[in-house]
């Protein structure tokens, strides 16, 4: 399974943009990138997806690298309710597109 | 959007007892559901997946004579921890995806169901 990289940890401020980082180096040409959050106690929640083009939702921007091998979750200004853990999967092309978590970025929203 | 909901979201137990989890969706079928467990500070571990009408297909190293999964109608999958003990203390969460759905549509995740065995 395709592997995702996230840092541990991230802060910001709040009412501040945030920029999430996931390296996904070995994603195939037909792998959609998914975010997911999970507020504490809480089940995962979408948050966003895309598959080569930058992606613009209610919640989130999705900025993906010309190569793919990258993305960035970004959420234009950060909330209190913004604190959770971000998770980067990949969803493979085929199969039962079941989901694999790394470990995510917990971010930390100061007030 | 399509919801999922867990039963109960809480529940604590015995050593040696059994523990059924029920993972429902609500206002769609969904064909094929996931059952997850996370330690505290920890990532979501996938167990097993589950088809309707079909055996579940587990992770390696889950055991399945210990964690049954019963998928037995479109909206339903269970859970069952067989006699739970305290290392089996986790926050199992379940999660649907509709039938026909392709690899672009999100899956949709239940609240969670905290175990603690004492």
């Known amino acids: 399974d395709a592997k995702t990289t996230q840092p541990n940890s991230m802060e910001s401020n709040e009412e501040e943009p945030v920029h999430l980082p996931c390296n996904h180096s070995t994603i195939s040409g037909t792998d959609y990138i998914h975010w997911y959050r999970q507020l504490p106690s809480q089940g995962p929640e979408y948050v966003i997806h895309g598959l080569t083009s930058n992606v613009n939702n209610r919640m989130a921007s999705l900025a993906i690298a010309e190569d793919r091998k990258s993305s960035t979750l970004i959420l234009h200004r950060a909330t209190l309710r913004d604190a959770a853990v971000y998770y980067c999967?990949?969803?493979?092309?085929?199969?039962?597109?079941?989901?694999?978590f790394g470990t995510g970025t917990r971010l930390k929203v100061l007030a | 959007g399509a919801v999922v909901s867990q039963h109960p979201s809480r529940v604590i137990c015995k050593s040696g007892t059994s523990v059924k989890i029920e993972c429902r969706s609500l206002d769609f079928q969904a064909t094929t559901m996931f059952w997850y467990r996370q330690f505290p500070k920890q990532s979501l571990m996938l167990m097993a997946t589950?088809?309707?009408?079909?055996?579940?297909?587990?992770e390696q190293g889950v055991e399945k004579d210990k964690f049954l999964i019963n998928h037995a109608s479109l909206t339903l999958s269970t859970l069952t921890v067989t006699s739970a003990h305290p290392e089996d203390s986790s926050f199992y969460i379940c999660?649907?995806?509709?039938?026909?759905?392709?690899?672009?549509?999100?899956?949709?995740f239940g609240p969670g169901t905290r175990l603690l065995v004492l």
């Open positions: 999660s649907a995806r509709r039938g026909g759905q392709t690899r672009q549509e999100t899956q949709y």
């Open positions: 999967i990949l969803i493979k092309g085929s199969g039962t597109y079941k989901y694999i």
């Open positions: 589950s088809n309707e009408g079909s055996k579940a297909t587990y």
